[in-house]
């Protein structure tokens, strides 16, 4: 099965609700890799690469996120797989 990769922009109530670690965890659970980063506009971006179905796992995962999160959006965008990660991180 082919390889790709997505971009995920979650907006909402992200940050300081442990959503950068749940998200790794379910990266690793999904076998995606890539990266997790808080960015200074309140939002979360996770940059992942792996099976397109895990990778829907990841995108639908992403619009709930852990317990204490509220999102309210998020941005999806499919791009090619560029084979540039060798595990999934969080980023700071």
């Known amino acids: 099965m082919?390889?790709?990769?997505?971009?995920?922009?979650?907006?909402?109530?992200v940050q300081g609700v442990f959503y950068r670690a749940r998200t790794k965890e379910k990266a690793i659970e999904?076998?995606?890799?890539?990266?997790v980063k808080n960015?200074?506009?309140g939002t979360v971006e996770i940059v992942a690469e792996g099976k397109k179905e895990?990778?829907?796992r990841m995108v639908d995962w992403s619009k709930?996120?852990?317990?204490?999160?509220?999102?309210?959006?998020?941005e999806v965008k499919w791009q090619p797989f560029m084979?540039?990660?060798?595990?999934?991180?969080?980023?700071?």
């Not at 999904?30 to 990266?35: F, I, R, Y």
């Open 2 to 13: 082919a390889k790709e990769r997505v971009n995920i922009i979650v907006h909402g109530r």
């Open 39 to 41: 960015r200074i506009d």
């Open 64 to 74: 709930q996120g852990p317990k204490h999160a509220h999102v309210t959006k998020i």
């Open 54 to 56: 895990d990778l829907e």
């Open 30 to 35: 999904l076998d995606l890799n890539g990266w």
């Open 83 to 92: 084979d540039e990660f060798s595990d999934f991180t969080v980023k700071y």
